[in-house]
């Protein structure tokens, strides 16, 4: 399986910016579909973007759109995640997730195979 280890979450006050990052380790990344999903405390993990490897199809939840940005670099093997106008509800931890063969619901965690660790994304008002 494949490792990942994220990067870049921290404090930010509303309306900023953030870029997580998600470095993967191993071979073939260009070919697994990846995704970040949040925690927040006492909540269940929330699905916030996905990413094919095939053709870099891009999805994202509902209340993401237009304001995150998936993207990845297959040359550094790494995720990407770009979060902008960014609210107090969007503190939480963020994972990024890897998934080494068809995804049928990019929105389930159960898809993945492997998680990062997680890193800390805290919004103040």
């Known amino acids: 399986q494949v490792q990942l280890l994220e990067s870049g979450g921290g404090l930010v006050q509303a309306g900023g910016s953030l870029r997580l990052s998600c470095l993967a380790s191993?071979?073939?990344?260009?070919?697994?579909?990846m995704g970040w999903f949040r925690q927040a405390p006492e909540k269940e993990r929330e699905f916030v973007a996905a990413?094919?490897?095939?053709?870099?199809?891009?999805y994202y939840a509902d209340s993401m759109k237009g304001r995150f940005t998936i993207f990845r670099d297959n040359a550094k093997n790494t995720l990407y995640l770009q979060m902008n106008s960014l609210k107090p509800e969007d503190t939480a931890v963020y994972y990024c997730?890897?998934?080494?063969?068809?995804?049928?619901?990019?929105?389930?965690?159960?898809?993945?195979?492997?998680w990062g660790q997680g890193t800390q994304v805290t919004v103040s008002s």
């Open positions: 191993g071979r073939s990344f260009s070919s697994y579909n």
């Open positions: 990413i094919r490897g095939s053709s870099g199809s891009t």
């Open positions: 997730a890897a998934a080494s063969g068809p995804v049928v619901e990019y929105a389930y965690p159960y898809e993945y195979g492997s």
